[in-house]
């Protein structure tokens, strides 16, 4: 139980566009979620917390304007990374808290070229 | 702010052979968690620490929790090449609302 999909699993987008990284829990309800950024041999750091139905709550230092995240559903987070740049290329993981602890995606590997 | 403070940052052991790391932080922590990531996966779950002194294991994997709560270690038993990943000490912020992760020890094992 308590496993949390994420896709796409990768993805290559120009710099300027916009990317959508979906995070799903498929067994239980997720009323927070979360989302990490880790940078090559370096470690997870927290992005955002989402809450189903209100704001999410961002990092110091992390922009909001430029990663929208849209938690409308108990089983559906959403990160957007909007006017992406290469800087913006890292792997990005989403994590559900459930009854017994928390979980973690299989991430999301973005380039942006 | 809250830290967790990994060592060593990386291992290069023979299969069959032991191992340990830790953690350590200036702050205390109520719960420590020990979590694997292999290349290109998001972490895994291996053991969960609530109690101080407490001396958890998992198969092959002992970790206890420190007394004074500011310290966790793992080991590793009789190591195998599929132990080869990145192991992350992960606890509560301080507000209790998520997780946040050591800079992680790198296990690579040669057979």
């Known amino acids: 139980g308590a496993v949390v999909s994420q896709h796409p699993s990768w993805v290559i987008c120009k710099s300027g566009t916009s990317v959508k990284i979906e995070c799903r829990s498929l067994?239980?309800?997720?009323?927070?979620m979360f989302w990490y950024r880790q940078f090559p041999k370096q470690s997870l750091m927290l992005m955002a917390t989402?809450?189903?139905?209100?704001?999410?709550?961002?990092e110091q230092g992390v922009e909001k304007d430029k990663f929208l995240i849209n938690h409308a559903s108990l089983t559906l987070s959403t990160l957007t990374v909007t006017s992406a740049h290469p800087e913006d290329s890292s792997f990005y993981i989403c994590?559900?808290?459930?009854?017994?602890?928390?979980?973690f995606g299989s991430g999301t590997r973005l380039t942006v070229v | 702010g809250q830290q967790l403070n990994q060592s060593p940052q990386s291992m290069f052991i023979q299969e069959g052979e032991d191992v340990s790391m830790n953690c350590t932080s200036s702050s205390i922590f109520n719960t420590w968690l020990w979590y694997k990531q292999d290349p290109g996966e998001g972490p895994v779950l291996l053991i969960a620490l609530y109690k101080a002194g407490e001396l958890t294991s998992n198969g092959r994997l002992t970790a206890q929790f420190g007394i004074t709560r500011k310290d966790s270690f793992l080991n590793i038993s009789a190591s195998i090449p599929s132990d080869v990943g990145i192991y992350f000490c992960?606890?509560?912020?301080?507000?209790?609302?998520?997780?946040?992760f050591g800079k992680g020890t790198t296990l690579s094992v040669s057979s």
């Open positions: 994590s559900a808290r459930w009854n017994y602890g928390y979980t």
């Open positions: 992960v606890g509560p912020n301080q507000a209790g609302t998520a997780l946040i």
């Open positions: 067994d239980f309800q997720a009323t927070t």
């Open positions: 989402s809450n189903e139905g209100s704001k999410a709550t961002y």
